[in-house]
């Protein structure tokens, strides 16, 4: 009569590490295959950034605007000057008669519509100035959050304003504060990290914010009355 071989504890207690292993390969392909979504309580999904505050602590564009700023009033001075030449060429014609008063009041005429173009002028490069430097900031804003967002896991990343309530009463400052896009938010605020990493590391100049300098307006005229410079040609 035949009888049953029963397997050795050394067979069954292999089976059952394979098992094991098993179960574990699968549970690890099904987690690779499938990976948790990250969301906003992961404080990784999604961050928010107070732009307008980093520009009012961003420690270049503080000292571009506060150049810009000393050169526009180096400006308004050589313009004030040209004005009072201008207005000394007004009051020099009331004193003469004739073809004299003719040709003092044509300098006169010519003389106002050079400053009037020389004002526009340089008012139009002092805004192209300001907004390449708002531009270039920006720029280093957003290269520095995307450095950050890639590095912490960031997949989203809100602008708000981070004003927890209203300093004046005005209507502008009102509207701004009952239109903010987010009321509240329980997500990081990387805006700190942003504002110390810029204010730490200076990037390459890519602005050219050098001074616009009155005299470069000005061409030196032998045959000014004033023996001074005169308004350059403009192109």
């Not at 005429?109 to 900031?137: C, G, P, W």
């Not at 957003?142 to 912490?152: D, V, W």
């Not at 300093?167 to 329980?186: C, F, H, K, T």
Request: hydrophobic share 35%; net charge neutral; with cysteine.
């Amino acid at each position: 009569m035949l009888t049953a071989h029963r397997p050795s504890w050394t067979l069954v207690a292999i089976i059952g590490i394979l098992c094991v292993l098993i179960v574990r390969l699968a549970h690890s392909e099904s987690q690779t295959e499938a990976p948790a979504k990250p969301t906003a309580k992961d404080a990784t999904g999604i961050v928010l950034i107070d732009v307008g505050r980093i520009y009012e602590n961003h420690q270049r564009f503080k000292n571009a605007m506060e150049k810009m700023k000393l050169d526009v009033m180096a400006a308004e001075n050589g313009l004030k000057a040209d004005a009072d030449r201008l207005q000394a060429i007004a009051l020099a014609a009331q004193s003469l008669r004739g073809e004299e008063q003719d040709a003092k009041q044509r300098e006169f005429t010519s003389r106002q519509a050079e400053l009037n173009l020389k004002a526009t002028t340089m008012k139009k490069d002092f805004l192209e100035r300001e907004a390449r430097i708002y531009h270039q900031v920006y720029q280093e804003i957003t290269e520095e959050t995307t450095k950050y967002s890639k590095q912490h896991g960031a997949h989203l990343v809100f602008r708000y304003n981070s004003t927890t309530g209203i300093s004046g009463a005005s209507r502008e400052e009102i509207l701004q504060y009952i239109n903010r896009p987010i009321v509240y938010s329980d997500v990081p605020d990387i805006t700190d990290i942003v504002l110390a990493a810029l204010n730490v590391t200076p990037p390459a100049p890519k602005v050219d914010d050098s001074k616009i300098n009155p005299a470069d307006y000005y061409r030196v005229d032998p045959d000014s009355s004033e023996g001074k410079s005169a308004p350059k040609d403009q192109k």
